[in-house]
């Protein structure tokens, strides 16, 4: 049996993977413990967040699937930090977490090209340093061109509750042990990580009235571009609520830390730093009086509640006393109790920007076995992976994003050309171009992209051009014509409830002050009144930012100077006088292909580069000279 495309692994990364793929044309087979877990949502049922939501917006622009089910399954929707400026402004939605697998195995069993089977992958099969095909636990051979590994926290998965310990990807499920030796045996740089998730308690041991209510937007608005925002705006939502942790929990906890796998050296996996279980929280903390908890649904029906930022391993009579200690969970049942979970990951410098390893041809990784964690950082490299394994196949170029284009783009080259020891979560402020990275405008900066590849569709990137078109036409209008201080002036700028000016400026300068809204921008252009609402908000926040939107676009430029400087395939570092053999050591384990990309290695200093520069135009020139000799 032979594919074009075989994918390992059916979380996040997986699905965007495989779904690429196939709708690309190719004949792709996605292998999986359970087929019923697909999409599994292992930990909280959210997706998205700050800086995450933008990353799911990307994928969604791409042709991803992630925007659509959160959309599909959706319980709560809500803009976090709507406050700030909308550069840092993030999605997120509360999630039915038995409906997201079942929507997203019925688009992969549904799927054209696309065949799903139910068994467990033990080894990558290779000639030469090259991908032939997967072997699985039944004896089965599939051959392929391409393997794409998103195992998540299945390779050589370790469960932690208190002294307790089972092999398993996830509760319930088989690790993928083998697989973590063939690997192994492939020379990729393994490490070890850990993660965990948080109690599941019985809603009705719960008691809502003492905790604070946190509801949904008023109008929510979708994830994917491509769903209405009727079918958000009238849609039921739940509400999540707020409690906290307080000095009789963090009493009992630290009465407990010399049962805690975190602290007694049985976990010897790194955790996450921005998302740390309970008792690494009380012990970093310990001048803290008490940590939020916020109290969220898991299904539609409500019947059990997820207690995020209460991720523990510590032993289940422990985990019940200090769910008791909590305002509203005094009479909590606990219906799964928490657990931490080791796993083997991929050191993600091995990686090429494409995600392809730099070792063996062919073999991709993606997801949380790059170093990452959450659904939507696995998810973009998912999508990305299976993108640039079909591409590769048609013998194309890679396709790879700029830090300047996407948040994708700052998440693939901060693992690739820095690596990681804990699990990588995106944040905005890992993002340079954050200003010109936000989640309203990620149609208009990819959905080109996405066409191009044939993941978006005629009709809907007809739309986006549109949309593309009209806001240039109004910002050039906004820039090529003036308000001056006449009385009649005044008294239109009075009637929208807007300060005079006093001089001639641009009618971008009114339209881009943070008292101007989407009411007054139809009073003021009415020929521009039946624009879609969403572009009305892009006009006014690239008049808002457009001084720094153009400072940020003068670092691009630069930057794209040294992206077009190509560092050639068989240069020698070694060669280079006057780099350090720490330098020479990085260049050639990352094996920059750019001078910029050289520049983004941690550690490497602009002095370093100009050197690099300077022999990377000597090499040239002694090509060419060589050449016109023969």
Do not use: W
Not at 59 to 75: P, Q, S
Not at 81 to 93: L, T
Not at 294 to 319: H, R
Request: aromatic share 8%; hydrophobic share 35%; net charge negative.
């Amino acid at each position: 049996m032979k594919y074009d495309v075989i994918v390992i692994g059916g979380g996040h990364a997986g699905i965007e993977a495989c779904l690429a793929s196939a709708r690309m044309g190719k004949k792709t087979l996605l292998i999986t413990i359970l087929a019923e877990r697909i999409g599994a949502t292992s930990c909280n049922p959210a997706i998205g967040g700050l800086a995450k939501g933008h990353l799911v917006k990307e994928i969604d622009a791409l042709g991803g699937e992630m925007g659509k089910c959160t959309d599909a399954v959706g319980l709560q929707f809500r803009i976090l930090n709507v406050s700030k400026g909308p550069a840092v402004r993030g999605s997120r939605a509360q999630i039915d977490m038995d409906r997201y697998p079942i929507y997203m195995r019925d688009v992969c069993l549904n799927t054209p090209n696309l065949t799903v089977k139910q068994e467990i992958a033990d080894e990558i099969l290779t000639e030469e340093g090259k991908v032939t095909g997967v072997k699985t636990d039944l004896g089965l051979v599939y051959e392929t061109q391409k393997v794409i590994v998103t195992a998540g926290t299945f390779l050589k998965g370790l469960i932690h509750i208190g002294e307790y310990q089972k092999e398993a990807g996830r509760v319930g499920e088989l690790p993928s042990n083998a697989l973590s030796e063939s690997l192994k045996s492939l020379g990729l740089d393994i490490g070890r990580l850990k993660t965990g998730t948080c109690p599941r308690i019985d809603a009705s041991s719960i008691d809502f009235s003492v905790m604070d209510e946190q509801p949904g937007d008023e109008n929510p608005v979708p994830f994917s571009f491509q769903t209405s925002k009727s079918d958000t705006f009238g849609k039921e939502q739940l509400p999540c609520f707020i409690t906290y942790t307080n000095i009789d929990t963090h009493s009992i906890i630290a009465d407990n830390f010399y049962r805690a796998p975190l602290f007694t050296g049985q976990i010897e996996g790194v955790g996450p730093r921005y998302c740390p279980s309970i008792e690494d929280k009380v012990n970093r903390f310990a001048d803290k009086e008490r940590h939020h908890l916020f109290v969220e649904p898991q299904t539609k029906e409500a019947t059990e509640y997820y207690i995020n930022g209460l991720s523990t391993s510590l032993p289940p009579d422990t985990q019940l006393e200090m769910v008791h200690s909590i305002k509203g969970l005094e009479n909590a049942k606990i219906v799964r109790f928490g657990y931490a979970i080791e796993y083997d990951y991929i050191n993600p410098t091995e990686l090429y920007h494409s995600l392809e390893t730099k070792k063996v041809m062919g073999l991709y990784c993606a997801g949380q076995v790059n170093g990452t964690t959450g659904y939507e950082e696995a998810a973009a490299q998912g999508l990305m992976a299976g993108i640039n394994a079909s591409l590769s196949i048609d013998g194309k170029e890679a396709f790879v994003l700029r830090r300047d284009e996407a948040y994708i783009g700052v998440l693939i080259d901060d693992l690739v050309t820095k690596g990681t020891k804990e699990p990588y979560r995106m944040f905005t402020s890992r993002a340079e171009y954050r200003l010109l990275l936000r989640e309203d405008n990620a149609d208009i900066r990819l959905s080109p992209y996405g066409h191009e590849i044939g993941l978006i569709e005629d009709d809907f990137y007809e739309k986006v051009t549109q949309k593309t078109k009209d806001i240039k036409e109004v910002l050039a209008y906004l820039e090529t014509h003036f308000i001056t201080p006449s009385k009649e002036n005044i008294q239109k700028l009075a009637s929208i409830e807007e300060d005079p000016v006093t001089d001639k400026v641009q009618l971008k300068r009114v339209v881009g002050r943070g008292s101007f809204t989407v009411e007054k921008f139809d009073k003021l252009l009415p020929q521009y009144s039946d624009l879609a609402i969403d572009t009305k908000e892009q006009i006014m926040i690239e008049s808002k930012y457009a001084s720094y939107i153009q400072k940020q676009q003068t670092q691009i430029n630069r930057m794209k100077n040294m992206i077009n400087i190509k560092i050639p395939k068989d240069f020698d570092f070694t060669k280079v006088a006057g780099l350090s053999n720490e330098i020479i050591e990085k260049f050639q384990t990352f094996n920059p292909t750019t001078l910029f990309s050289a520049s983004e290695i941690s550690g490497v200093t602009p002095a370093a580069i100009d050197i690099l520069h300077i022999y990377i135009r000597m090499d040239q020139k002694k090509k060419i000279k060589s050449s016109h000799s023969c």
